[in-house]
């Protein structure tokens, strides 16, 4: 039996075998391909290598080859170098840049955010500091930006990742659709503060019985939170939070503090006047497609420059705002998207010089911002762009993440000087004194994640007016029981030591 | 006589109302996808939406030829892997089966082992894509769901000593069949239920399967159907949560985003709802034969 045995064995040997070869084979091998010269000085660009960049995506991509093929022709002339293109839908983003960090594949530039792990990447060692090759390869990106916010993502002392250029700051206010503003001639200059907002609810509730006065936009951005965010800089997830007009770098429990009371006071004032949706906490429309449908009259929300302009179209009509706060810098905006170059990548030198190409090459931003012009996108006269007519979308790509937004193209509906009014409105912004810091969770994690299950218990009620303030009480003990102060003495442990570094 | 109609209709009536019970979220997601994206946002999902629309296939339609590439991949990795699966798993288990195979004992603990403890998903990664190159590649679609069935080979190896006699194989054998010819033409022609249940299962598996795409693939030509509608929601979602500048946020306000949740879900499962009846009557027979006596 044993002989006949062998014979079978051996078939399922073969097989086996063979189908291990083939899959060795199979391989795309795409991780060797573009190994270069780490050690020699890329900046004698002898070698043309090709760069990879991971980006986060969420639109259409049908047409990348074509874009990267452009791009890559601009760079092979000025820096010896093509660029290949990854983008990573937001549903595998997690998974994938971790993965892609653990293994040992080439990946030349990557977004980074604060949101995303960037303080556990770079205590992992799998981002390389840049302050030299800033200094020797990118000496045009400093100029593009305010100098706090350039600084703004140190992590001991040293650049790990440099912010696009977008809105750093934030002011808040209320959205409201513009034809029942002028309707019932809603005076938007004397509205002066987020109090004087219940006249206009009223209004609205008396004489359009089928529309909600107020909704929010999503569940993280609460009608309370709006109204205390000019004043609470939450530090990450708002577990230890700092005041920011105190400035004392003094982490407290912000659900304590008499900005949070003030704020869900107000918001539950609304609610039980029935001038908030009723299932304002739990439902999963969004405030753009509950005002595109009628069902709405306006959202509290952050805004920045352009803004009325920008969520006319989501909204599908026009919008007017009423801005309540001065321009917000919070500590995460600086960090809140950046590029860095990770460990991973085999030419460190070419990937600055890249990223410097990002910058202030005004033709690469416009490739990879908009596309190729007559196909993606046309000019108008007075220089914005727009859609060539009756044509399919074929690339989409979220400028905000990555390079100097200011050099793109900008659309049609957005005023042409949007680049400049937004300097203005960063520069003129109050800065978080704890800008650039990130909080590393792992030495609390079970803190952390218990007090996030009180959290979600009890924040999006609170926030948005359904329950009632009294319950503030027991939220803050359950709170203190899930080791909320652990958390705070922590965090403030690590925002001392963050200070103590920055200060040299 | 009588009183034994009456419990048949009674038993009818019962299980007419639990399959309308399940039918019925089908219903609603199908009627969901032909609703105006307004209406669902004002009135909510009916089954007998105020307007009906096709904007949501009419969105997808825009993105065909995506669409069909995607399905040509999932069809293909199933198809194949479903295969080699079957033949991978039944080649394992009749050795197994077999008392008179030697350290047959260590090598079901082996399988076994698979069941319970894996290396987590760091080390695969990093095995699937520096020692064998698989990123980006059909073979990372299919090699992992050919690797991780023990708990197949285990059903398959029930069935092939519980069902299988002996001395059929003995007889064969003395008739002077070799060891493979009693396997293809004796052993599988006998296993058709247990074959056909397991086949189903991993069609199922790897028609539904997204997360192996979500790993390995970074190449949007080889996304699979369920990979590509996963993404494409999760995509919709965060535009819809986050107010994006440029013309993101004008391209996201044209998409009917709820509508276009359920049409994802119809052309999600439409295929192996049409496949299923076929398998089922094998289905429930190698499940419980591989069960029960096993």
Redesign the interface.
């Known amino acids: 039996m044993n002989k006949h045995f062998g014979k079978f064995g051996w078939g399922t040997g073969a097989i086996l075998a063979l189908s291990l070869a083939l899959s060795a084979c199979g391989g795309s091998n795409g991780s060797n391909a573009s190994a270069g010269t780490a050690g020699a000085a890329g900046s004698s660009a002898s070698k043309p290598v090709e760069l990879t960049m991971a980006y986060m995506n969420f639109g259409t991509t049908t047409d990348l080859q074509a874009v990267q093929d452009e791009i890559s022709k601009i760079t092979k002339e000025k820096i010896n170098a093509t660029v290949k293109l990854m983008p990573i839908d937001v549903a595998a983003w997690q998974q994938q840049v971790n993965l892609l960090l653990a293994g040992n594949e080439n990946l030349d530039l990557l977004v980074t955010s604060s949101f995303y792990n960037y303080s556990s990447q770079v205590a992992k060692n799998q981002l390389i500091p840049l302050d030299d090759l800033l200094a020797q390869y990118g000496t045009g990106i400093k100029d593009t930006m305010n100098e706090k916010i350039y600084n703004g993502t140190k992590i001991d002392g040293k650049i790990y990742g440099v912010p696009s250029v977008r809105d750093t700051a934030a002011d808040y206010g209320m959205l409201m659709r513009k034809d029942l503003v002028d309707k019932y001639g809603i005076d938007l200059n004397s509205l002066q503060s987020f109090e004087d907002l219940g006249s206009v609810f009223q209004t609205i509730k008396d004489k359009e019985p089928g529309i909600i006065p107020l909704v929010q936009n999503t569940t993280s951005q609460t009608v309370a939170s709006i109204m205390y965010n000019k004043d609470i800089d939450l530090l990450g997830d708002g577990l230890g939070a700092m005041l920011i007009n105190k400035n004392d770098l003094k982490v407290v429990n912000m659900f304590d503090t008499r900005e949070y009371k003030d704020a869900i006071a107000q918001a539950r004032k609304w609610y039980e006047t029935g001038y908030i949706m009723q299932d304002a906490a739990t439902t999963q429309e969004s405030g753009n497609s509950l005002v595109k449908a009628g069902k709405a009259f306006g959202y509290l929300s952050n805004m920045k420059p352009g803004f009325e302009q920008q969520d006319s179209k989501a909204d599908g009509r026009e919008m007017v705002a009423a801005r309540f706060t001065q321009p917000v810098t919070q500590s995460t905006s600086a960090n809140g998207f950046m590029l860095s170059i990770p460990r991973n990548s085999r030419n460190p030198e070419r990937a600055m010089q890249l990223m410097n190409l990002l910058y202030t090459d005004k033709d690469i931003v416009n490739l990879l911002d908009n596309g190729i012009e007559g196909k993606h996108y046309v000019k108008n006269a007075d220089g914005t762009i727009k859609m060539p007519d009756g044509a399919a979308q074929g690339y989409l790509f979220n400028q905000w993440e990555v390079g100097n937004n200011a050099l793109a193209g900008v659309w049609e509906g957005t005023p042409a000087d949007i680049w400049e009014q937004m300097k203005k409105f960063n520069d003129s912004a109050i800065f978080s004194k704890a800008l650039g810091f990130t909080f590393d969770a792992s030495p609390v994690k079970t803190e952390v994640a218990a007090a996030t299950n009180v959290l979600n218990q009890y924040k999006v009620g609170l926030e948005s007016g359904t329950l009632d303030p009294a319950l503030l009480t027991e939220f803050n003990g359950k709170m203190k029981a899930a080791g909320l102060d652990r958390i705070i003495a922590e965090k403030q442990k690590q925002l001392d030591a963050w200070a103590a570094a920055n200060a040299q | 006589m009588k009183n034994n109609q009456m419990n048949q209709t009674a038993v009818h009536i019962l299980l007419i109302l639990l399959s309308a019970a399940c039918l019925f979220p089908f219903l609603l997601l199908f009627m969901a996808s032909f609703t105006d ?2 209406s669902i ?2 009135d909510g999902y009916t089954l007998f939406p105020s307007r009906l629309s096709f904007a949501a296939y009419d969105y997808l339609w ?1 993105q065909a030829s ?1 669409m069909t590439r995607a399905y040509g991949i999932t069809i293909f990795i199933t198809a194949v892997g479903t295969f ?1 699966g079957l ?2 798993s039944s ?2 288990a009749y ?1 197994l089966s ?1 008392k ?3 350290v047959r004992g260590f090598l079901a603990f082996v399988v076994f082992f698979t069941l319970l403890f894996n290396g987590g ?2 080390p695969t ?2 095995v699937y ?2 020692l ?8 990372a679609l299919i ?1 992992p769901g ?1 690797l991780t069935n023990g708990f197949f080979v285990l059903l398959i190896r029930s069935f092939f000593s519980t069902s299988i006699p002996v001395p059929i194989i003995e007889s064969a ?1 003395i008739d002077g069949a ?3 010819k009693i ?1 293809y033409r004796i052993v599988l022609p006998l296993s058709l239920p247990i074959l056909a249940t397991i086949g189903l299962m991993l069609t199922i598996s790897y028609w539904n399967d997204w997360f192996n795409g ?2 390995y693939i ?1 190449e ?1 030509k080889l996304f699979s159907i369920q990979n590509l509608l ?2 494409m ?3 919709i979602q ?16 044209t998409i009917p ?2 509508s276009v949740r359920m049409a994802m879900a119809v052309i999600g499962i439409v295929p192996i709802v049409c496949i299923y009846p076929f398998f089922q009557k094998y289905f429930v027979k190698g499940l419980t034969i591989g069960a029960v006596k096993g």
């Open positions: 994206e307004q946002v004002k825009n995506t080699v033949l991978i080649l394992l050795p077999r008179d195979m030697p998903l760091v990664y990093l894509t520096e064998f190159h698989m990123k980006n590649s059909l073979l090699v050919l054998y070799s060891e493979f396997f979500l790993i970074t949007p996963n993404r929601l999760s995509n965060f535009l819809q949560q986050n107010s994006l500048g440029g013309n993101a946020s004008a391209a996201a306000a985003m709820n």
